[in-house]
């Protein structure tokens, strides 16, 4: 047995020891058994909870030493979506999506999607000023499809967006009914549904063969001791199991523990030095930044400028171009997109590999290129020149729905990873491509809604310029 307790589920069982052993899982930093203690009380809170409940506790939390372990809390949760966002990213550059890991990344991106869940759900539960109109952005992005159904005389029969936008709120508006219902889901729901996600993903890291790695990393390491016997034989009768090699089998392990080491002590001290390191990281933040509440929401005060989370700017930044391709015509084409992307990619060179694969670092590098520069170019066209609106007063809604900076972004996105495609006659390299660009675009999106956007979402090189009140 090479390793005896249920602790080492959450970790291959082996290991290389030439492998590449920082597989991200600081998602999987929370605690199952705490979520399930506080489901009865908080559903039971929940139920009892007002708006300025949240704002009053915040208040007085500001006021004492508790207000650093709110900093370290929203610290947290900005590190923890840009973990799982670099670790997808780790997870597409070396190729691990690829065959037998498919369902794995599917459960990845729903483990992204919670993440972004748990990060929206918890920005409304002060109740102030920021949380107030952020959420109201979101709602907005939610019944965006009402920009096509409005535009087709569609919207009293048939009104999708007015159905996301109570879904999402519970009413018609940002208010007592929304708060209980996103605390119920930061709290009780989304935590449940995390550690169900994660539960199934260190499964099925397991039952695939643990971490990827290079298709030459037994040659690399050199032939095992002449005395070590084979485990696994051409008609196997062993495979892995929560914490040791077990009978049966799986087609999906075609390698076997030579050459390797107990997961237990060596990845476990790995971890365990990337969680300290995450837990410095944070405190030291906490000590330089600061998390102030602002007022309790007036809904009759609105922010100017109105954010979204910064997660969302870059979606917000496209919304100012349409609501409807900006906050749901797109992310769902990407996110369709990443799905497909296994079962797209057959191949099966450079797996394991960082940019492994045709083109390597210099199509990723060029790939960067071409993603900050298109970014950049319709971005500039769109603040000097204005778009179709500014250009022809009268052209339909319709129009200005599928033509804008975002759509044609994309559209540019599309048309070089087809060409990337037909070059070096690989699919691998149009993904590579394509999600380099969207990446990328996605960056300089965000920097641009972030640090250039001011009141009426004007374009302004510096908050100085904005106008005095």
Known sequence: MWGGTSWMGL????????ADRRDDRETGQHHGEYVVARVDVEVELAAQRQPADGHRADQ????SPGHAAAIIARLA?????????????????????????????????????????????GYLLPWDQLAYWAITIGANIAQSPREVTDALNLTESFDP?????????????????????????HVVVLPLLLVILLAVHFW??????????????????GPPPPDTYPVFSEAPTRTYHLAAIVRGRTEAVGCGPENTVPSMPHLFYAELGILMVTIFVCLALAIVSDAPLKE???????????????YFLGLQELVSFSAFMGGIGIPSIVLIGLGLIPFLDREESGT????????????????VLVGLMAALVVEAVAIRFGWLREWFPDIPQLVITFVNPGTILAVVYGLYSIWLVRRYRSARAGAVGLFTCFLCGFVFLTIIGTWFRGPNWMFYWSPSEWPKH
């Open 11 to 18: 970790g291959p069982g082996l290991q290389r020891p030439g």
């Open 60 to 63: 007085a939390e500001q006021q």
């Open 77 to 121: 949760m900005i590190v923890m979506v840009v973990a799982v966002l670099l670790h997808m990213a780790r997870v597409f550059y070396t190729g691990a999506y690829r065959k037998p890991r498919e369902f794995n990344w599917l459960i990845g991106l729903a483990l992204l999607a919670v993440t972004l869940g748990l990060s929206f759900t």
């Open 161 to 185: 967006g007015g159905l996301q936008r109570q879904l999402l709120l519970g009413s018609d508006v940002v208010g007592a009914e929304a708060l209980i219902r996103f605390y119920v889901l």
């Open 204 to 221: 099925r890291i397991r039952k695939d063969g643990g971490l990827v790695r290079p298709v030459d990393a037994d040659a690399r390491l």
């Open 296 to 310: 309790l929401a007036n809904p009759n005060v609105p922010e100017s400028p109105a954010k979204a989370p910064w």
């Open 352 to 367: 394991g590999l960082w940019f492994g694969g045709p083109g390597g670092r210099g199509l990723v590098f060029k790939s």
